[in-house]
């Protein structure tokens, strides 16, 4: 089993920054993929960003691509989403999820990919 605890969530004005973390505990498997998902009401859940297979690979989406930043301690197991230059659109629980298979970029940001999921933190961006 794996337990995923996010943190870092917070309310901002757009143009702001906020950095997300989220610790992994339990066994993580050698080839481990992580990755950051949103959803907001009313919609379904957005992959965000992925670190994979063992943190060699890293991708993101389009909508994020120059303002998101995914990263990672391997030490201690956690990984960070440094948001900059925040939209009102970016405003969404944001999850932390892991799978416990190699996977590829297509694979990334779909949410059956990853088999845990953390709780979730709140980003709210104000306009």
């Known amino acids: 089993q794996v337990q995923l605890v996010e943190s870092g969530g917070g309310s901002v004005q757009a143009g702001g920054s906020l950095r997300l973390s989220c610790a992994a505990s339990g066994y993580i498997y050698p080839s481990y993929s992580m990755a950051w998902f949103r959803q907001a009401p009313g919609k379904e859940r957005e992959g965000v960003a992925a670190i994979y297979n063992g943190g060699g690979n890293v991708y993101s989406a389009d909508s994020v691509k120059g303002r998101f930043t995914i990263s990672q301690d391997r030490v201690k197991n956690t990984i960070f989403l440094q948001m900059n230059t925040l939209k009102p659109e970016d405003t969404a629980t944001y999850y932390c999820?892991?799978?416990?298979?190699?996977?590829?970029?297509?694979?990334?940001?779909?949410?059956?990919?990853?088999?845990?999921w953390g709780q979730g933190t709140q980003v709210t961006v104000s306009s």
């Open positions: 999820a892991t799978a416990a298979r190699p996977i590829n970029s297509v694979m990334a940001l779909r949410p059956n990919t990853y088999t845990y």
